[in-house]
């Protein structure tokens, strides 16, 4: 039987190949299909396996908190904040918290400047809690400290690419760089942390939060954002609530209206991200599905044109003793290396189309095929070409030995 | 032996109102080592009667036993494996797999009884080489001359060492040199002992022949055996 399989395979290949363009054409359906879930799942997979590390590196139990203003809101120009009166009310009140940092962007220029060069990064103001919350240490000299917030100074903290890009020596600390008109000494170099979704996670400046304040000036508008990290006892859900409390609470938030902030976990992050991932992955189904449909109608279509193509073949096999199941097999078999041919095509195609578009955008995680899409895809274009070759096959089992060998 | 009983086949063909009476009432037995020759005009039925013999067709009516089995009751699966054992076909346009090269061609019937490879290289060879075509096993059909695509064939038809060989105008596509040559190969194969049904209108082919069935209209006209003396009588 093994080896009746191994013979079928043979000739079904052998006709296979003796029509080049004709079988290549008949599987585009499903070289198409099986690429493009491929490239998708590839890259998606990637991004999903990259993330999960972003979000794992962040630690499962820090917390940001975010100001949040509906769109309707921003429409009438209304902003919400997050102050540092409510960073100030949960370091004093919350529980469970272990380390608590501010957040605050530099919102005028981002420029950057050491000698003659000038570069822009995004330049933050933040507290020494900052390297435990973001799990973000130093190379060379020091972190921000406490008395650094406490007496305002204009010294920072750099990343490897701010180095890089204004020219700074290997060891930048006691090097001077000018953010917004004033003069910074540059007392640290962080560990370098690599790319995240296309970004360098080492364009950063981190200055003290008091610094950042005061460079803003006009400290009315001022909206931060907080980082946090929960003490190995506390519960996040616990938390989450008691934060949400103290929150609306301090903005005045009656029973009826929705919380101006948002409290956000790194898995809640990566589980929209997830359900982003999932609703792509339907609509590639879909996508699929259908070329696989149309895939497999086309190999139905040349497998009935290769069955009356071979009648006269067919009744010289049965004269000769071929039963039944042999032409079937036959027939069975052709249509289903042909589909199998375009699955392996269009695994490959996919492959390098997602390592094309990984390789495009720079910082984008490079594309794997986790071992389950390879397998779907084989095994979902192997049945499209059973299920579709079912019918030609049995055409051609079916022929009248006495017909077919009469048949011109 | 008797290896074939015909008893009162028909073989009706209704074309629209009117029926053609292919075969009407054929009553023949067939002996281990025959030299058979079916002769007559075209349309007289002769082809018929090699498909029913070849258990490739079905009679209408009537009674087949081909090595003490009766056709009648088989299913197409048991007429394979009939056609597969019993019978070895040579046909007038060759019917070589166009795609295989002579010994995938000859080895092709081995195929579906399941022997090994290497068993069926080795048959195969055997009998392209009883053949005389050793030296051309590994030629397409179409890489081959008429009467060396014959021989394929007729190797085809002798590797799985068949009770009878039948042939419908096996020289009918040939010139007359290879006509000879194959014709010579079938009186040794007689020779060898093979059962040997030969349909033709040449009488020149006949005449190999030992036994001589003329057909007309569907029916047997003459049936008689040829004295090895009296060949020349039927020109
Ligand atoms: N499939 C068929 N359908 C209808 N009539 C047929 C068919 N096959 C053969 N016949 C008729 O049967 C008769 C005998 O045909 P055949 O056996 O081929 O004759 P021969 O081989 O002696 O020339 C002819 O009249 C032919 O037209
Ligand atoms: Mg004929």
Redesign the interface.
Known sequence: MLFALFESSRSALASIFAHRLRSFLTTLGIIIGVASVIAVVSVTQGMSAFIGDTFASLGTNSLTIQSYTPFEDQMKGIRSRLTPEDLELIERRAEGIASITPILYANRSSQIKYGSQTAFSQIMGTTYAYQDVAQSYTQLGRFLAQPDNLTRRRIAVIGEDVRENLSLPENPVNEYVEIGGEWFKIVGLLDSMGDAMGMSRDDIVLVPYTTMVSLQGNQARTDIQIQLSLSDSAELEEVTTQLTTLLRNAHNLSSDEDDDFRIQTAEQLMEEFNQIIGMVTVVIGGIVGISLLVGGIGIMNIMLVSVTERTREIGICKAIGAKRHHILMQFLIEALLLSLLGGLIGLATGFGLGTLIANTIPGFPSATIPLWSIALALGFSGFVGVLFGILPAAKAANLDPIDALRYE | MVLIQLQDITKYYEMGTQVVKALDGINIDVYKNDYLAFIGSSGSGKSTML?IL?C??KPTNGQYHLNGTNVENLD??QL??I???EIG?I?QSF??????DALGNVM??L????I??RKRKEMAIEALTRVGLSDRIDHLPNQLSGGQRQRVAIA?ALV?QPSILLADEPTGNLDSRTTTEIMQLFDELHGEGHTLIIVTHENEIARHCHRIIEMKDGTIFNDSAVEKGSKELIN
Request: charged share 25%; hydrophobic share 30%; no cysteine.
């Open positions: 498909n070849g490739l067709d197409q699966n394979s494996e056609r597969n054992k076909f046909f019917n070589l797999l166009p795609r295989a092709q019937p195929i579906y009884r399941n090994s490879v085809r799985t």
